[in-house]
C-alpha cells in the first residue's frame, strides 16, 4: 500500500479544514481539530450534497464540529457521527489518512 499527500499541517490552523479532490475525482476535505487530523468525503448523509457554503468552511463557528451548511447538521470530527440534525446517527464516509512527522497528511491508497 503506498501513500499520496493530499496536504500539509500548515495549511490548516489547530482547528480548520481543507477542501481536497481525491485521485478518483471525489470531493473531500481534511479536517484538524485540537492537533488531530482526520479526514472525510464532503458529501453529507442527509441528502448526498457538499458540506460548505464557501470553501474549506467545514466546521460550525466555535471549530468544534463539522457542520452541514445547508441543514445545520452537526458532525464528530474524530468519527463523522452525526450528534445533531436530519442525519442523526448516520456518519460521514471517512477516508483514511495519517500525518508525518514533517506534517504531510497522506492519504492511503488501496
Known amino acids: 500500500m503506498s501513500a499520496l499527500m493530499i496536504a ?3 495549511q490548516l490552523e489547530d482547528s480548520g479544514a481543507l477542501g481536497v479532490t481525491l485521485p478518483d475525482g471525489r470531493a473531500a476535505f481534511v479536517v484538524r481539530v485540537h492537533g488531530r487530523s482526520s479526514a472525510f468525503e464532503n458529501r453529507c448523509p442527509h441528502q448526498g450534497i457538499g458540506l460548505e457554503d464557501k470553501p474549506d468552511t467545514f466546521l460550525e463557528d466555535g471549530n468544534e464540529l ?5 441543514h445545520g447538521a452537526l458532525f464528530l470530527p474524530e468519527s463523522g457521527e452525526c450528534v445533531f440534525g436530519p442525519c442523526l446517527g448516520r456518519s460521514l464516509t471517512p477516508v483514511p489518512v495519517s500525518v508525518d512527522s514533517e506534517g504531510n497528511v497522506y492519504l492511503a491508497r488501496e
Do not use: T
Request: aromatic fraction near 0%; hydrophobic fraction near 25%.
Open 8 to 10: 500539509h499541517s500548515s
Open 66 to 70: 463539522i457542520q452541514c451548511r445547508m
